[in-house]
């Protein structure tokens, strides 16, 4: 079995900077035609993603405007790792601005890559247990949210229903059954 090996990159500049990503334009020596080519990443920031559980085992999450859709989307809250905030900051932070609640207990979920053919991030999932509602939503400028319950067990009823379509949200609850899954063991 051949196994496949890095790439040779042989150049690399940033062709636009926006504040949320970079467009970078890598060269690669193609292995197989000895020839170089062009591959287009977008670089950004790591990203977090909550799933939120209250006292009443409900997860909280959030329902906002999506421009790459244009459509409302039923999410958990999540955002930038930005600012020199660690992820679990990070998370802390947006849980308060996009719930306004704050939670007891934190478990890291784990990671996935949001898509590697042309991202470089990680998009890092937390459980937050205990939460509580201690103050109002304090959104972004460009975010109109609006924070609704549901009971754990109806997530993968959501997922299957096409309600939550979020791949990194889908990936999210996915981690948390594999954490189930080991404590069961």
């Known amino acids: 079995m051949k196994l496949i090996e890095r790439w ?18 890598d060269r690669y020596l193609l292995p197989r035609s000895n020839r170089e080519a062009p591959f287009f990443i977008l670089e950004s920031p790591d990203w977090v993603n909550i799933i939120p559980l209250n006292e009443a ?77 201690v103050a109002e939503i304090d959104p972004d400028e460009s975010e109109e949210i609006e924070v609704v319950t549901t009971p754990l067990e109806q997530i993968p009823a959501l997922i299957a229903g096409e309600e939550i379509t979020h791949a990194l949200v889908i990936g999210a609850f996915h981690l948390l059954g594999l954490k189930d899954k080991d404590r069961e063991k």
């Open 57 to 133: 085992g409900e997860v909280v999450l959030i329902r906002q405007f999506r421009f790459g859709l244009e459509t409302v989307t039923l999410e958990i809250p999540g955002g930038m790792v930005e600012g020199g905030l660690t992820p679990l900051e990070t998370a802390r932070k947006e849980l308060l601005e996009e719930t306004g609640c704050r939670a007891e207990e934190w478990e890291y979920l784990g990671f996935v890559h949001p898509n590697p053919a042309f991202l470089n991030n990680r998009c890092h999932s937390f459980l937050a247990r205990g939460v509580e509602k």
């Open 8 to 25: 040779q990159c042989s150049g690399r500049r940033i062709i636009h900077s926006l504040r949320i990503f970079n467009l970078r334009e």
